[in-house]
T-cell receptor, first 113, second 112 residues
């Protein structure tokens, strides 16, 4: 089944404890992206990647890191999480050009205490 | 600063009625306008999309109306059904095709 998977789905952590949220897609998509969803703000793009080793900032990259060492994986790293990073996170992927459909993962709900 | 402004925040419609959600943008470089549907506990899924070379696009009960001069676009759901109850997001991109800007979302509740 073609899909985007994220792990973990739920995570409660404390301020400053480094964490990684994994994202994997099995559709051989070049483009992958991370978003955060907050009430009243919709989805905001954190980082995106056009292909292996090619990443760039979205609208809200502060406090986040990403890497793209393999085409199928695009992990999101929070090196020192803070409470304002408590949010619902989505990974997405897309084949080819900008007018093609973006496929979203099921989401990761992160709480930083 | 929100690049895409969406209204209303929430909407209650009777079964069989028409649901209308509106979005507005400022960046004239935007040229792709998708709508996403999100059910609780799920990721957003593409519902329908439009480019500014047409003023309307229809897929089943879902229609996008696009007004380029007003920089506005809207989603119309005809014959709304309880199964349409979800959160809807408009989005836009175009000046950088790898960057997407989403509206704040509309929670639709269709009453039986």
């Amino acid at each position: 089944e073609a899909q985007v998977t994220q792990n973990p789905r739920y995570l409660i952590t404390v301020t400053g404890k480094k964490l990684t949220v994994t994202c994997s897609q099995n559709m051989n998509h070049e483009y992958m992206s991370w978003y955060r969803q907050d009430p009243g703000l919709g989805l905001r793009q954190i980082y995106y990647s056009m292909n292996v080793e090619v990443t760039d900032k979205g609208d809200v990259p502060e406090g986040y890191k990403v890497s793209r060492k393999e085409k199928r994986n695009f992990p999101l790293i929070l090196e020192s999480p803070s409470p304002n990073q408590t949010s619902l996170y989505f990974c997405a992927s897309r084949w080819g050009g900008p007018y093609n459909e973006q496929f979203f993962g099921p989401g990761t709900r992160l709480t930083v205490l | 600063q929100q690049q895409v402004k969406q209204s209303p925040q929430s909407l209650i419609v009777q079964k069989g009625g028409i649901s209308i959600i509106n979005c507005a943008y400022e960046n004239t470089a935007f040229d792709y306008f998708p709508w996403y549907q999100q059910f609780p506990g799920k990721g957003p899924a593409l519902l329908i999309a439009i480019r500014p070379d047409v003023s309307e696009k229809k897929e089943g009960r879902f229609t996008i109306s696009f007004n380029k001069s007003a920089k506005q676009f809207s989603l119309h759901i005809m014959d709304s059904q309880p199964g349409d109850s979800a959160t809807y997001f408009c989005a836009a991109n175009g000046d950088n095709f790898n960057k997407f800007y989403f509206g704040s979302g509309t929670k639709l509740n269709v009453k039986p």
